[in-house]
């Protein structure tokens, strides 16, 4: 879950401070699936929020499989904490 919250915190400096290198570093994690479910649906969130493409068809999927109500539950929960 820190990791999750890491890479959208990434993304939110990122959509301040333009940095394609990590718009593509994102892609390359919620592509990656020897990464967390969390980390990969994150990855996948911010990639989104940050480009003007859209969404592949592959990125459908990974959401669609990733997302769940309990994972939404303890992403959420991680990430009003911090």
Known sequence: MVR??????TAELTRA???PP????LRERWH????????RL????AWL????????????RTVDALA?????HAMEEALCRG
């Open 68 to 72: 769940d109500d309990e994972r939404a």
């Open 22 to 25: 990590t718009v593509t570093w």
């Open 32 to 39: 990656d699936r020897t990464e967390a479910p969390e980390t």
């Open 42 to 45: 994150a990855a996948a969130i």
């Open 49 to 60: 929020c940050l480009t003007d493409q859209s969404a592949p068809e592959e990125l459908r």
């Open 17 to 19: 401070h333009p940095h």
């Open 4 to 9: 999750a919250a890491l890479l959208l915190a």
